[in-house]
C-alpha cells in the first residue's frame, strides 16, 4: 500500500500539477486576457476593463484608426456642471402604419429639444423610456395588440414656438417661458384628441400628395463587450424602409399596439397637425411656427423618440432637429499628464501592481454636429504581461520535478 501510494504522488508531481502549471498561465495569457476589441462610435464613452488585470498586466495599451481621449483615473467620473451640445437634423418618409425611432442614453440633468414637424396628417410622437435595445413587441413585422397604455411621471412640455421671439443663447430654453401642454395624459384624452385629427380634408390630402424619400439609413451596429457605458451614439430604426403597399394593419391595432408594448415606460405621446411648407428640416430653422418640446432628463437612461404616421393616404415627411445638451464627466483634473491622451491614436498605460485605477476612453465629438453617418470604429486593447507573476509557474514545475528526488 506504501508503493501505491508513492506512484500517485509520484504522478501528481511530475503529470498532473506541472500539466495544471503550465496549462494556467497559457489560459491566463491566450483568454481570460487576450487582446480585446470594442466597437465604438462618435461621443461614446466607455470604461475599458475586459482583459485587463492589476495583477497579470503591468502595462494597458490602447490603439484606435482616429483620434480618441483616455484617461487613468482611481475613482468613478463625477459630472462636471459644464454642457455638451450635440445638433442632428434628421428627415424621414413614413407609409401608414410604421415608424422610426432615434434613441440617445442621457444621463440626469440633460435636456433635449425637440422641433419637429409633417407635411400631412396622421403624425404622431411618442417618447419611451426603455432598454439599451427598443423593444419593439414585433411591431415593425405585425400588429394586433390590444388598447391600452399607462404614463410615466415626466418632465416634457409640448408648445408651439414663434420664430421671432427665439432666444440667440445657445442654452436649452425654460420651461416656465412656454405654453405648456401636460404629457401626461389620459388614454381617454389622448385617443379623444386622436380622433378628432383624423378629421382630414381627404381632397386636399390626394392634391399634396409628394413621395419624396429622405430618409437616413442608419443601421445600429452591435458593441462588444460594453458592460460600463457613461455615453454611447444615438441608435436609429424602424420599419418604413420595409414597408410594402399589401400590408392591411388597421390603423386602431397599431397605434394601440405601440401603447400596449410600452405600457408604463410612456412619457410623451402627441400628435402635430400638417404644414404644407414642411419640406425639410430648413423650415424648422425658418418657419414662422413649429412644434417644440422640451425633455428634462431626471433618471440616467435610454430615452427612444418614435415617429409614426397614421395616414393611410399618402406617405408622410416628418422632418425634426434634435438639439440636445448633455452633461459631461469630470475626469480630466484626476489624471496627470503621464495618465492621459487627448486625440491620440495611440496610448499607454502603467498598471501598478494590486492598484484599483480603470481606464475611460472617450470619442470626442464636435459641439454642433449636425449629421453624421453611422461611422463604427474598432478599439483595440492590449494587456502586456508581468513577466515576473507569469514566471511563477515554469519556477513551480520545476520545484514540483525537483521535490522527486526526496520521494
Not at 511530475?14 to 495544471?20: A, E, G, M, R, T
Not at 394586433?144 to 408651439?160: E, P, R, T
Not at 401603447?259 to 400628435?271: R, S
Amino acid at each position: 500500500m506504501h508503493g501505491v501510494k508513492r506512484v500517485i504522488v509520484f504522478c501528481l508531481l511530475i503529470v498532473i500539477l506541472p500539466s495544471i502549471l503550465i496549462t494556467i498561465p497559457l489560459y491566463l495569457r491566450k483568454i481570460l486576457f487576450a487582446d480585446v476589441v470594442y466597437e465604438v462610435a462618435e461621443s461614446d464613452i466607455i470604461e475599458i476593463k475586459d482583459g485587463i488585470s492589476s495583477i497579470f498586466c503591468e502595462k494597458h495599451s490602447l490603439r484606435m484608426d482616429i483620434n480618441f481621449n483616455a484617461f487613468q483615473i482611481r475613482n468613478k467620473p463625477t459630472i462636471s456642471t459644464h454642457q455638451k451640445h450635440i445638433r442632428l437634423k434628421k428627415s424621414m418618409t413614413l407609409p401608414d402604419d410604421t415608424l422610426e425611432y432615434w434613441g440617445f442614453y442621457l444621463l440626469r440633468g440633460a435636456h433635449v429639444k425637440l422641433k419637429f414637424c409633417s407635411r400631412y396628417e396622421g403624425s404622431r410622437i411618442l417618447v419611451v423610456k426603455g432598454g439599451r435595445t427598443l423593444n419593439t413587441c414585433g411591431l415593425l413585422d405585425h400588429n394586433k395588440n390590444k388598447y391600452g397604455a399607462n404614463f410615466l411621471d415626466s418632465k416634457i412640455n409640448v408648445f408651439y414656438e414663434d420664430i421671432k421671439e427665439l432666444d440667440p443663447s445657445p442654452s436649452p430654453p425654460a420651461a416656465e417661458d412656454t405654453e405648456e401642454k401636460t404629457s401626461n395624459k389620459t388614454k381617454k384624452e389622448y385617443f379623444k384628441n386622436l380622433k378628432n385629427q383624423r378629421k382630414i380634408d381627404l381632397d386636399e390630402e390626394e392634391n399634396h400628395a409628394e413621395e419624396d424619400t429622405s430618409d437616413d439609413d442608419e443601421n445600429p451596429k452591435t458593441r462588444l463587450k460594453r458592460d460600463h457605458v457613461y455615453e454611447r451614439k444615438y441608435s436609429h430604426g424602424g420599419n418604413a424602409q420595409n414597408f410594402t403597399e399589401d400590408e392591411s394593419t388597421s390603423i386602431s391595432s397599431f397605434e394601440n399596439g405601440l401603447f400596449e408594448c410600452y405600457d408604463g415606460n410612456i412619457l410623451l405621446a402627441e400628435g402635430f397637425p400638417p404644414q404644407q411648407n414642411c419640406s425639410d428640416p430648413h423650415y424648422l430653422e425658418n418657419g414662422s411656427q413649429r412644434m417644440v418640446t422640451v425633455h428634462e432628463v431626471t433618471e440616467d437612461g435610454y430615452y427612444y423618440y418614435i415617429f409614426y404616421s397614421d395616414n393611410d393616404l399618402v406617405k408622410n415627411d416628418i422632418h425634426a432637429i434634435f438639439d440636445i445638451y448633455k452633461p459631461t464627466f469630470q475626469y480630466h483634473s484626476n489624471s496627470s499628464g503621464t495618465q492621459g491622451c487627448v486625440n491620440s491614436t495611440n496610448c499607454s498605460f502603467p498598471i501598478g501592481f494590486m492598484s484599483d485605477e480603470i481606464v475611460i476612453v472617450e470619442i470626442p465629438t464636435r459641439d454642433g454636429i449636425e449629421h453624421e453617418e453611422d461611422d463604427i470604429a474598432k478599439l483595440y486593447s492590449k494587456c502586456h504581461p508581468r513577466t515576473y507573476v507569469y514566471a511563477i509557474f515554469p519556477i513551480s514545475v520545476l520545484i514540483l520535478i525537483l521535490s522527486c528526488a526526496f520521494l
